[in-house]
């Protein structure tokens, strides 16, 4: 209880300083803003709500803009915003700021729809799309603002998909997009699910509150249901069957977001439409995408969407930056450190300095050059940033290490007749994605050590020799699993870990804080999941045939890291990932409507001999 009174008060305390600090950060905008909102038409007749933050003075500006389904308020003539725009220094430069509630979101008029499904050709002005309602905002700006004629557009997660959604003919006015960590396919690698397989604990908590009935003023949501809880993993394990969601206890909408997302369990037209990726193409405005390399939710989007505006846009004005930040990271005032990464600098200041307030500044005011590199990463393990030209750097390589006996990891191609490793996959009993007991994700997860996870019966643990020099991997990997298994369906989660040697020891990430012990530390470099049904196609899934060998393929994002001489790589396979993923029944079914009954244990085999030689591509730096 004395534990509980000391949180309470260092909340309150914390709490008075923060509130502190947004009266004072609101009446900076105030004396320099004039707040106004509007009710702008669009081609079809739905009116958006937006609103504007005006400079006073009598310049003229150009106009930053935002669009979001998490609301632009705060609503009120007297109710001002804390900040504006992306950071504090493109705030105090000035520009027009604008914010609006997208189609069918808070006071907006019209019907929101996820990822709303681009239109090529449209042929009437009941054709509309994100980026036609981009198109008809910007040109209602031009015409009642004091502005420059140029419009810059910018946003993390959902408002950076608008901003990838507004790029497709767009507006002449738009000059600079910043897409960050933008949304781009929910089926393969964004938010719902990954190449398959459903995220769970993301998925419930967020649309429980996303789409719930809305309040007449349209200022607020409620919640479909209220779930509390401190062990996520045990909540879900009870939960059981995800069945029992689609009920009036918790999604009783049968038109609500999660209904819907459920209700296509495979790569469908309704997935197809919404992936925003192959319309990005004859892209004009100068665009910046930005994400994180421990970014949750959308590492995937922010990746693919640099990659589909330079293969399908020629001669484009395309750069892709990428962080050591988790979702939105890189919007905090500092960034020195992560879970147990500490970055020596402050990452933060040299991009929102260096990179996103000169890009702006550059484009929608002429102000000054914008010369970064087409591509900037931070390279974690070694701390650096390195600028390269293309994305995967040129002198990336393709380097295979196969899986083998003994949990052997080596670039030599097994010879063996026949070997495999097996172990048991229990639903009843999956390997949790954090050794953290939590009602929340635990952040860190993507940097966590690995060691809760080797120990289990039922994940497989492979690894190199130690490290004679340094490696360094710059680009994508990619799993070749060949498996066999009992049961008809499984999935396949692959970790990339950097292994710490015995005795690392890092110093105090503050000033009289204890030093950090890193002493065989197996440190999660890049991790995915597939859902082994889609191992061929993610629109037609297939059944595993009871101990025959197949391969299946996983594609796992990019990565920049560098493991250190006297390190280790490691590579562990495992088929649970809970409760992020859900549970695969290990039987080919729709598993939103598995009873408890389907869900069975498997026995799984990965076969590392001659002819099926299971292994890691890791794109090696020469």
Known sequence: MRHLYCFIFILIS?????????????????NNFQKTEFAIPMRDGVKLHTIIYAPKDDQSYPILMQRTPYSAGPYGENKYRRRLGPNVSLMRDKYIFVYQDVRGRYKSEGNFREMTPAISNKKSNQDVDESSDTYDTIEWLLKNTRNNGKVGQYGISFPGYYSS???????????????????????????CYHNGAFFLMDNFGFYSGFDGPKSADGESYERFFKASYTDAY??????????????????????????????????DEFWQSRNIKPHLKNVKPAVLVVGGWFDAEDLYGALKTYSAIEKQSPGNNVRLVMGPWTHGGWAAPTWKSFAQYQFGTDVNKYYQDEIETKFFNAYLKDKGKFDQAKVTVFETGSNAWKNYTTWPPKNSVPTPFYLGSKGKLSPAKPIEGKSFSEYVSDPAKPVPYTSVISGRRNNEYMAEDQRFAAQRPDVLVFQTDTLNNDVTLTGEIIANLFVSMTGSDADFVVKVIDVWPAGSVLPALTEGQPSVQMSGYQQMVRAEVIRGKFRNSFSKPEPFAKDKVEKVTLKLNEVAHTFKKGHRIMVQVQSSWFPLVDRNPQKFINIFEA???DFQKSSISVHHDAKNSSHIVLPVMQ
């Open 234 to 267: 045990q909540y879900f394990l009870d939960f059981g069957p995800l069945k029992k969601a689609n009920t009036n206890a918790y999604f009783s909408d049968p038109g609500s977001v999660w209904r819907q997302v459920v209700g296509h369990p495979v790569y």
């Open 595 to 597: 009873e408890e009954a």
């Open 165 to 191: 959604a507004a790029l497709p003919d767009a507006h002449p006015a738009l000059k600079a997009v910043s897409p960050q960590a933008p949304m781009s396919d929910e089926f393969i690698g964004d938010d």
């Open 14 to 30: 914390w709490t008075a300083l923060a509130q502190n600090a947004i009266i004072q950060d609101t009446t900076w905008v105030r």
